[in-house]
């Protein structure tokens, strides 16, 4: 089954930018969700869009999904301290009942 | 709810023992999953149950590995015996419903740090 692939695999930003981070995946998906884990903690689910939706918003957090180049967004604004942590896409894949997890991406603010 | 909880937090032991990982997920959750993390391979999934039925194990990386879910709050994973490579994070995790061609999401315990010497 296919994984998601995050970019950057990590990123530093000032406290208050704003913190974009991307996933993208090779075959058709069912939906996309993304996670985020604190150090030393386990993954809470932040947000999870379908395959007809293009975007969903939750507090601060925007996700975008572009099925025609196979990628996601993920769009933190006003960033906090609090936000430092690994952030994760999951993906449901037509066929395939494994919820995969890519490999994350490491965001660090800065206050 | 107390979210799903895992024990031990930390294990240590030496290579060639038995390990128990132990989880009880969120109460009337129908799915329950075992995930392994490491830096060299990310997250895995190893097993996953439906109703306390295992659907899929083909992540259970060879036969050391074992899991059971005697009943609808409480799942253990098994390793026997054990190896340094199976040093790692062990995550369970539950989600409400069962498979309908997608999951919905997934709640996670703070896992079970494991090392082998």
């Known amino acids: 089954s296919q994984q998601g692939e995050e970019d950057p695999q990590a990123l530093s930003i000032q406290e208050g930018e704003n913190a974009t981070m991307n996933c993208s995946y090779k075959?058709?998906?069912?939906?996309l969700q993304w996670y985020r884990q604190n150090s030393g903690r386990g993954l809470v689910h932040l947000i999870l869009i379908r395959s007809n939706e293009r975007e969903k918003h939750s507090g601060r957090l925007r996700v975008t999904l572009d099925t025609s180049k196979k990628s996601s967004s993920l769009l933190i604004t006003a960033s906090r301290a609090a936000d430092t942590a690994s952030y994760f896409c999951a993906l449901n894949n037509f066929g395939n009942e494994k919820l995969t997890f890519g490999t994350g991406t490491r965001l660090t603010i800065i206050p | 709810d107390a979210g799903v909880i895992q024990s031990p937090r930390h294990e240590v032991t030496e290579m060639g023992q038995e390990v128990t990982l132990r989880c009880k997920p969120i109460?009337?959750?129908?799915?329950l999953f075992w995930y392994r993390q490491t830096m060299m391979r990310g997250l895995e999934l190893l097993i996953y149950f439906n109703n306390n039925v295992p659907i899929d194990d083909s992540g259970m990386p060879e036969d050391r590995f074992s899991a059971k879910m005697p009943n609808a709050s409480f799942s253990t994973l098994k390793i026997q015996p054990s190896e340094p490579r199976d040093s790692a994070v062990y995550f369970c995790?539950?989600?409400?419903?069962?498979?309908?061609?997608?999951?919905?999401?997934?709640?996670f315990g703070s896992g079970t740090q494991l090392s082998v010497l």
């Open positions: 995790a539950s989600s409400l419903g069962a498979y309908t061609g997608f999951w919905e999401k997934l709640f």
């Open positions: 109460s009337g959750h129908n799915s």
């Open positions: 075959t058709s998906i069912n939906n």
